[in-house]
């Protein structure tokens, strides 16, 4: 018995989660599972949830083990996105944030959300594209294949969050470092918008930004609603864009 699951962890590595549908369909049954669990050679994580005795998974190895054995679809988004492609401008301090995102219709399990990871979670459904794939990456971190957003769906997650008012001008940091966004990306992203305020302060910080490739985007083609957004009620009121937004923001050169 020793041997199917020794053959398994060879090729997953002992960092991971193993979910007992997963490993059903490997050729390793419940009776067999419990066995192990017995025996000492995985410990229970939640129910139908596992992992190696004494072996600690990583919040991004347990992503990744949630996505690739169950088919799901969590992704790695907004700053969290960002940072894992060096776009941060400061250390935190203590844990790191992961921000997570999910379909309404397909959220995380409690026990995923209260399990003590190496990172902090901070969990979003999210429904804010036509098409909720636009602008989502595959890539490699630390062995792992992880769901991530694209730099240019990543600052419009970041712009989507309640009170952005408190954060956006560290939001505005990270967009001066964003040189390099591909235009026809960030065209579809805006298309495809459901959120007037993302859009709005989207362009706005773009042209504030004045780099190359905001002067490719066709804002003719964006629906950027009507009626004022307040995005600060004590700020500055930018005409163009018809929302108020911090007085930080608005004075910052």
């Known amino acids: 018995m020793a041997i199917k699951i020794k053959q398994i962890l060879d090729a997953q590595g002992t960092d991971t989660l193993l979910f007992s549908s997963w490993l059903t369909a490997q050729g390793i049954n419940r009776a067999e599972q419990a066995a192990y ?20 998974v990583s919040l991004f190895s347990a992503v990744s083990a949630y996505n690739s054995q169950l ?18 401008h400061y250390v935190p301090m203590g844990k790191p944030l992961a921000f997570l995102f999910t379909e309404s219709r397909a959220k995380l399990p409690q026990w995923f959300l209260t399990t003590e990871w190496d990172r902090t979670i901070r969990y979003h459904t999210i429904s804010l594209w036509t098409d909720n794939n636009l602008g ?4 490699e971190e630390d062995g792992r294949t992880l769901l991530i957003s694209s730099p240019e769906r990543a600052i419009m997650e970041c712009l989507n969050r309640p009170f952005i008012a408190q954060t956006l001008m560290d939001t505005y940091y990270i967009m001066e470092m964003l040189t390099t966004l591909r235009p ?23 042209e504030k930004a004045n780099y190359p490739w905001y002067k490719a985007i066709d804002t003719g083609r964006v629906d950027l609603g009507s009626g004022r957004r307040m995005i600060s009620p004590t700020g500055k009121y930018v005409s163009k864009y018809n929302i108020t937004i911090p007085t930080e923001v608005y004075n910052y050169v």
Do not use: M, P
């Open 71 to 88: 088919g799901k679809q969590c992704i790695i988004g907004a700053e969290t996105a960002l940072d894992i492609r060096g776009y941060s």
């Open 37 to 56: 669990v017995q025996s000492g050679w995985l410990e229970k994580v939640a129910h139908g949830v596992y992992k190696v005795a004494g072996a600690n």
């Open 184 to 206: 026809k990306l960030v065209q579809q992203l805006l298309e495809q918008c459901s959120s007037v305020k993302v859009k709005r302060l989207f362009l706005y910080l773009a």
């Open 136 to 139: 989502l990456e595959q890539r």
